[in-house]
């Protein structure tokens, strides 16, 4: 069984780069996960000018999509800004989210890039290689990579390379709306990946976890959560 991956928190931007090199080792990126029952949606906003990290977590029954549970936690942003380390910054305040749930869930969808990393690394990697859930990575933006013609109908999809690596794919899952950039995070294929992020977004351009998750995480700084 493959130990857990753990590190330090309190860590300057060049050991956090080494870190995710290390982790990058142990990402899995094929399927290695049991029937999808309760999916999670993970997504961080900021409060006090940036200074607080709050995390929230939606899971929703799949693929019927309906809720069941939700968990928010409030942690200091002690890692500063710095693209492509943005794991070290919010992951802190998403376990503790997690921790807050009853049980674990079986897929966790990120707002953010898996493997589609400058060091192969993102968040839902990183968080998926923690907790050793399967994970992956829905990001309304590219960090990087390249793609070839994207037809308009929903479900069409192109793979998103970098430096000749198929990184992730460009999924439309809407027709005529901009695509979402998914990667995989931690054992899953890219390509049931692909497929999860078009059941869980039946309706609009992003995930129902997402959305729901944003909620949580962007709401009235009173916002409760069951």
Do not use: N
Not at 70 to 87: D, E, N, Q, W
Not at 116 to 123: E, I, Q
Not at 164 to 173: D, I
Not at 180 to 206: D, F
């Amino acid at each position: 069984m493959q130990p857990p991956f753990t590190h330090r928190w309190d860590v300057t931007p060049a050991q956090a780069r080494l870190i995710q090199e290390a982790g990058r080792a142990l990402v899995v990126a094929e399927d290695r996960l049991d029937p999808i029952g309760r999916v999670a949606g993970v997504d961080v906003g900021f409060e006090q000018g940036g200074a607080v990290a709050r995390a929230a977590v939606a899971v929703l029954e799949f693929p019927s999509l309906a809720p069941v549970a939700s968990a928010v936690a409030r942690r200091p942003a002690a890692f500063p800004y710095v693209p492509g380390l943005l794991s070290f910054r919010e992951i802190p305040a998403i376990l503790d989210a997690l921790e807050r749930l009853d049980a674990p869930p079986d897929l966790l969808v990120c707002d953010g890039q898996g493997l589609a990393h400058p060091r192969r690394f993102g968040l839902a990697c990183h968080l998926g290689v923690l907790t050793g859930l399967p994970s992956l990575g829905a990001a309304k933006s590219r960090l990087l990579g390249e793609h070839g013609p994207l037809p308009p109908e929903r479900g069409a999809w192109a793979p998103l390379v970098d430096r000749g690596e198929t990184v992730g794919a460009v999924l439309r899952t809407r027709a005529g709306v901009a695509p979402l950039y998914v990667s995989i995070g931690h054992r899953v294929s890219l390509a049931r990946a692909v497929g999860l992020v078009l059941a869980l977004a039946p309706r609009y351009r992003l995930p129902e976890t997402t959305r729901r998750a944003h909620r949580l995480a962007s709401g009235p700084a009173d916002a409760t959560a069951r």
